[in-house]
């Protein structure tokens, strides 16, 4: 089956463009500048010429705090981009596989969020994945539309390269403890991706690693793993404030995710030791993306 790759040079298209490519899907990974979503003309025109049967959007404006001040470019990338892949998906009769965010959430919620609860974003950038939710909904019928959370992976920046540089230069480190959410692996999420395309069973969904945590114990998982003997300090989001606010509460219900692959994802800390590997192992031979 061929597969469109959008945004390839990203974190998590790095890992899903390998990892349909080992199930046997043939796929077409073109840089940014080949493909760039916010022209309807240029996703119609690559899309003719490689003929997808499914499009899988991993194509974002992903700067949360740079959003606050540039929330157009935000819209542009999240919502107007995202209404071109559903047309040319709807030209096509194709499916689309798109990423969201729980930052369509304002974090409120006592427990997980449900893929029935209703959005309501805090940001501009969690407005903005929401304007491309919204025309995914209003514009298809055939799409996995996915929201994950706290995405770590080997070919891209997170958290993890954040507190392991900082661990370089600092034996003490201030880390937000009051925001819950669970980090996601780009490699078990691309799993879960590959096991859900082809069943046809359309709609949103949820998908993270298990185990909701805080930035606080991730960060200790981290460095005990990484053997840095590292005095970490909780502290609240309104201690360390940033320009865009985060949601408190990023835990998100699985449900029916589970149900259908027929098994729970795995927990964070397990991907968090593979990721450590992989890493070491990357950085070692240096970094290329796939699409750059
Ligand atoms: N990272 C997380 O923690 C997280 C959490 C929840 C949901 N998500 C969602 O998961 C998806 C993948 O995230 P990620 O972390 O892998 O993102 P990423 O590493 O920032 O990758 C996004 C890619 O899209 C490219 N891009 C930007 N504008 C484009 C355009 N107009 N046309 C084509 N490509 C464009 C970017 O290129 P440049 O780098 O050149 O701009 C980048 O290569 C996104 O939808 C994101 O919203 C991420």
């Not at 449900?114 to 055939?142: F, Q």
């Not at 995405?151 to 891209?156: I, K, R």
């Not at 865009?244 to 692959?261: G, I, K, M, T, Y």
């Not at 964070?268 to 950085?283: D, F, P, T, Y």
Request: aromatic share 10%; with cysteine.
């Amino acid at each position: 089956m061929k597969v469109l790759v959008t945004g390839a040079g990203g974190m998590l298209a790095n890992d899903l463009v390998s990892l349909l490519a080992e199930r046997g899907y043939e796929v077409f990974a073109p840089p940014e500048d080949m493909l760039d979503v916010t022209h309807l003309d240029v996703v119609r025109a690559v899309a003719d010429s490689c003929e997808p049967e499914i499009i899988v959007n991993c194509a974002a404006y992903t700067k949360v705090d740079d959003a606050e001040t540039e929330e157009q470019q935000a819209l542009t990338v999240n919502g107007f981009g995202v209404q071109n892949l559903c047309l040319v998906c709807q030209e096509r009769d194709i499916p689309l596989v798109h990423f969201s965010t729980d930052y369509v959430f304002d974090g409120t919620k006592e427990g997980p969020y449900t893929i029935y609860d209703e959005p309501n974003p805090v940001g501009a950038y969690g407005r903005s994945k929401l304007l491309g939710e919204k025309y995914i909904l209003w514009l298809l019928s055939k799409f996995y539309l996915i929201r994950t959370t706290w995405m770590f992976g080997t070919y891209g920046r997170n958290f993890i390269d954040t507190m392991l540089e900082i661990g370089q230069r600092q034996k003490k480190i201030s880390v937000v403890n009051d925001q819950r959410g669970c980090p996601t692996w780009t490699r078990h999420l691309g799993e879960a991706v590959v096991g859900l395309i082809g069943t046809e069973r359309y709609g949103v969904y949820h998908i993270t690693n298990s185990e909701p945590t805080t930035w606080f114990d991730f960060a200790q998982e981290i460095f005990r793993l990484s053997g840095m003997d590292i005095e970490l300090v909780p502290v609240t989001s309104d201690q360390f404030p940033t320009p865009a606010r985060r949601p408190l509460n990023s835990v998100l219900d699985p449900f029916p995710l589970p149900q259908l692959l027929g098994r729970e994802m795995p927990s964070w800390r397990e991907g968090l030791r593979e990721h450590l590997k992989q890493r070491n192992m990357v950085k070692k031979k240096g970094f290329k993306s796939k699409g750059k």
